[in-house]
């Protein structure tokens, strides 16, 4: 019978011997598949293990911001405005002041009954979808309003149903 490290070394040299057959069969083999692929099918391999590279890489990362150093607050201050004035009547400004009415009264001494100063676009039809139904409509021009100090005041409007005619 043997001594234990005489077996310990025995099972050694079988492992060792082992291993290098795997390792020589394994590279046989390896040599013996690429040597039985044809060139199409290397191609074929070649390109899948490319796209399988190309889905293994991870993706990459997008840049960071750089930390900027805090400046501190604004100190604290009384707010202002700048004042631009623009040329006007007077001291109270320019515009129009607010109510603003429409027409100039007939009779002054009755103001519900006002004289309306409108002029209008010249009247056009308008059809439903459907075509059942035609309305005839002005659209509004022009309307003349009167502001809180008396100053008259117009508003003009562009005609709706303008078409302007195609350059040539």
């Known amino acids: 019978m043997a001594s234990p490290d005489e077996r310990a070394g025995r099972i050694r040299g079988n492992l060792n011997s082992r291993a290098a057959n795997l390792a020589s069969n394994n590279n046989e083999r390896t040599d013996r598949i690429r040597g039985n692929l044809t060139a199409r099918a290397q191609r074929q391999t070649k390109g899948l293990i490319e796209g399988l590279q190309a889905l293994a890489v991870p993706e990459r990362q997008p840049p960071r911001l750089t930390r900027v150093e805090p400046r501190g ?13 623009q040329p ?58 009167r502001d809180a100090n008396g100053d008259p005041a117009e508003f003009r409007f562009a005609d709706p149903y303008f078409v302007a005619d195609p350059a040539p």
Not at 73 to 85: F, K, L
Not at 105 to 125: F, G, I
């Open 73 to 85: 607050s604004i100190p604290a201050a009384r707010g202002y405005a700048e004042v631009n004035q």
């Open 88 to 145: 006007g009547k007077g001291g109270t400004g320019s515009g129009l002041a607010s109510p603003l009415t429409e027409g100039d009264t007939a009779d002054p001494a009755s103001p519900a009954d006002p004289v309306l100063q409108r002029t209008y676009h010249d009247a056009t039809q308008m059809v439903s979808s459907d075509g059942l139904f035609v309305w005839e409509i002005e659209p509004i021009k022009t309307i003349r309003l």
